[in-house]
């Protein structure tokens, strides 16, 4: 049976034969009798006692002594290192953490130690009077690869002088590299924001969008040291994570409709719903994840925040289970303001473009009107005063001709991105062209003037062209049939420029797409996605019919065609039965 009594050391010390007080306790309490200083503390390290009987002569060794085995113990289980440093510069005391440190470490604390004793001493005139008045002092050092911090305290004796100084040192290689992840991400996330209004100028869209997309790839490499990733763009009026730019994930995973919502949308629309990040340990077991990575084990996803407002997400994936810790999180989520805030620049310059275009449209429009008003004022006086001079008078009239030409040109660019410039009216004559002569050609834009425009321009050429009215009704038609060449607007209703690019890829791989933005506007970045899978070019309206013929082309001709483009030859339209 289990004896719980209370446990009584008893030191004999001088004392022979059996110990009175024993003989006593012995019928209440569990008696241990020990005979010398060194079984008692021995005794003491290896069990609990609940009382000590021991004369006084011996009772003030052994509370020093339990003192210094508990203190000892103390100081040998936490982790820094703690050691004394005499005048001398030598060690007189330290725990088992410093004693494992490499000789070049203990140098250097010891050196340091020596700093600190003078540093001491040299803030007061005579001896130390009040040790508190002596505040510890901290100091960092590197060794190697190895950064260590220290703090060092005086040591001073009955005389109030300093003798020796103690110090505390722990190594702090993995906070200081932590803080340096996180300096370097901060300098390249800034770097990444810092678009140059001068140079970003002199880039097309395309090129604007490319630059943006490589310096994320590269910091995703360099610095977070993902390889695998992809960002999202939330689309306000629909609540649909558009993708925007992709790493090293399958097709199939990239072409997957994801809604911001906390449930039924994956991890990235529960990330994108609730602001809040996301690691999925093990993607076998997290029923948030949907299709990623072909062979993906784990993944990271965070919020793009924008002044307190979720703009999309930042997506990393992995092939190993558990591949993301806290400290990703916080590199990622740190990374990911910069790439909201970049993002945020490009669409405000694109914004900007379109509005001062508009703007200097209707400004020229105003500015020209008067003084073409005058030419054609001035012309028609002239031709009064040449009245039998035929010669001057059909100068006149091709002068006036060329002012109307000029103002319908004035009110296409006024019209914005809406309009195709250099449209003609008359669908009398026929144009004849080989390259897209009898040429089926599907034209997709919600803009009715658009479509209309460029479906009647072609056929004046020979093609066949399919009209589609948003991006679902030209998918449905890409599925349906085989085209030529695939035309479509950028930002259309139920699907934007790259899933229709993506569809005309699935249903014939070789196609060419041509895809139209106005000014440049490219919300989803479908150019950069694109351009990346081979799309054939991108058509910035307003453009004029000679652009768009030039594209047409260029995307119908065999890479071994002669560069030279065909003749326009005008031929009489076939005649229009009754």
Not at 174 to 195: P, Y
């Amino acid at each position: 049976m289990e004896d719980n009594r209370p446990r009584v050391l008893i030191l004999k010390g001088k004392v022979a034969g059996p110990h009175p007080v024993a003989d006593i306790l012995a019928p209440h309490f569990q008696i241990d009798v020990f005979e010398s200083m060194d079984e008692a503390m021995t005794a003491l390290r290896q069990r609990t006692y609940h009382a000590i009987f021991a004369d006084v002569g011996d009772f003030l060794p052994l509370e020093r002594g339990l003192v210094g085995e508990k203190a000892s113990m103390v100081l040998n289980t936490i982790g820094e290192g703690v050691c004394i440093v005499d005048a001398d510069g030598r060690c007189s005391w330290s725990n088992r953490k410093v004693r494992s440190f490499t000789p070049e470490t203990m140098d250097r604390v010891k050196q340091i130690c020596g700093q600190a004793k003078t540093l001491f001493g040299s803030a007061h005139s005579g001896p130390v009077a009040d040790l508190n008045q002596q505040r510890s002092k901290k100091f960092s050092f590197q060794v190697g690869d190895r950064y260590f911090e220290l703090i060092a305290s005086p040591v001073v004796d009955g005389k109030g002088e300093v003798k020796q100084v103690a110090a505390v040192v722990w190594d702090a290689t993995s906070g200081k590299r932590l803080q340096q992840k996180i300096d370097a991400i901060d300098a390249a996330g800034r770097e990444l924001a810092r678009l140059e209004v001068e140079s970003i100028a002199k880039l097309s869209p395309n090129q604007r969008l490319q630059l943006l997309r490589d310096k994320i790839i590269r910091v995703s490499k360099d610095l977070m040291h993902f390889d695998h990733f992809v960002i999202r763009l939330l689309d306000k009026r629909s609540s649909k994570l558009e993708l925007v730019i992709a790493e090293g994930l399958p097709p199939g995973a990239m072409e997957i409709d994801l809604y911001a919502q906390p449930e039924g949308n994956g991890i990235s629309g529960y990330v994108a719903a609730t602001g809040r990040s996301y690691i999925c340990h093990d993607t076998e077991k997290d029923p948030r994840y949907v299709l990623g990575l072909e062979h993906c084990k784990s993944s990271l996803t965070v919020p793009l925040f924008l002044h307190d407002r979720v703009i999309g997400i930042y997506n990393i994936e992995s092939e190993t289970v558990g591949a993301f810790s806290e400290d990703d999180r916080q590199f990622a989520e740190i990374f990911g303001r910069s790439v909201a805030i970049a993002l945020n620049f490009l669409d405000l310059l694109v914004v900007e473009r379109y509005t001062i275009t508009g703007q200097l449209a209707d400004s020229v429009v105003q500015e020209m009107a008067q003084p073409l008003n005058d030419i054609v004022t001035e012309a028609s006086t002239l031709m009064e005063e040449y009245i039998g001079d035929d010669t001057m008078r059909n100068r006149l009239h091709k002068i006036v001709a060329y002012v109307d030409a000029i103002r319908g040109t004035l009110r296409d660019v006024a019209a914005g991105p809406k309009a195709v410039l250099g449209t003609k009216s008359d669908e009398s004559v026929k144009e004849q062209d080989p390259l897209i002569q009898g040429r089926r050609i599907l034209i997709s834009d919600d803009e009715l003037n658009i479509r209309t425009t460029v479906g009647d321009v072609l056929r004046k050429y020979g093609a066949q062209c399919t009209l589609c009215k948003d991006g679902y009704e030209a998918v449905c038609m890409i599925e349906q049939g085989e085209y030529d060449l695939i035309i479509s607007d950028i930002k259309m209703p139920y699907r934007n420029g790259y899933e229709i690019f993506a569809a005309a890829r699935r249903r014939q791989e070789e196609v060419p797409v041509i895809l139209m933005t106005g000014f440049g506007y490219d919300p989803h970045h479908s150019i950069v996605r694109a351009s990346q899978e081979g799309l054939s070019s991108v058509m910035f309206k307003p453009f004029k019919i000679d652009q768009l013929l030039e594209a047409v082309r260029k995307a119908l001709r065999k890479p071994d065609a002669p560069a030279a483009e065909p003749a326009a030859v005008p031929v009489p339209a076939p005649p229009v039965p009754a």
